[in-house]
C-alpha cells in the first residue's frame, strides 16, 4: 500500500487547509485509516482517524471541533478538512492505515502499517 499525502502550506491563524491523502492500493476500501503530526522537536502524535467504511471518527481532544476527517473509498483517498487553525497546529502531517480491526480506536502510531510521506502545514500568527 503506498499512502501520498499533499495539501500542506503556510496558513493564517483561523484559516482552514484541506489535506489529502491518495492510495494506490486496491485494498483501500478495508484499511482504517488515521492522521498523525509532527512538530520539530516532538514527537509525533495522534490527529484523528476513520474508519474503513467512514461511519465511525474519532479525534485528539486538541483538534475536536476543528479538523473533520472523510474519506472516499472510490476515489481511493481520505482528507483531513483543518478549520480554525492555530499556531500550534504548525506540524508535518502523516496519513496511514491500520490493517486490523478498529478495537478501541487505533490512536497509537504502532498500531498503522502504512505510512505515507507527510505534508508540512505551517499556521503564520
Known amino acids: 500500500v503506498q499512502l501520498q499525502a499533499s495539501g500542506g502550506g503556510l496558513a493564517e491563524t483561523g484559516g482552514s487547509l484541506r489535506l489529502s491523502c491518495a492510495s494506490s492500493?486496491?485494498?483501500?476500501?478495508?484499511?482504517?485509516l488515521g492522521w498523525f503530526r509532527q512538530a520539530p522537536g516532538k514527537e509525533r502524535e495522534f490527529v484523528g482517524a476513520?474508519?474503513?467504511?467512514?461511519?465511525?471518527?474519532y479525534y485528539a481532544d486538541s483538534v475536536k471541533g476543528r479538523f473533520t476527517i472523510s474519506r472516499d473509498n472510490a476515489k481511493n483517498t481520505v482528507y483531513l478538512q483543518m478549520n480554525s487553525l492555530k499556531p500550534e497546529d504548525t506540524a508535518v502531517y502523516y496519513c496511514?492505515?491500520?490493517?486490523?480491526?478498529?478495537?478501541?480506536?487505533?490512536?497509537?502510531?504502532?498500531?498503522?502499517?502504512?505510512w505515507g510521506q507527510g505534508t508540512l502545514v505551517t499556521v503564520s500568527s
Open positions: 496511514a492505515a491500520h490493517t486490523a480491526a478498529w478495537g478501541t480506536r487505533p490512536i497509537n502510531a504502532y498500531e498503522y502499517d502504512y
Open positions: 492500493g486496491r485494498a483501500f476500501g478495508s484499511y482504517h
Open positions: 476513520i474508519s474503513r467504511g467512514g461511519g465511525f471518527t
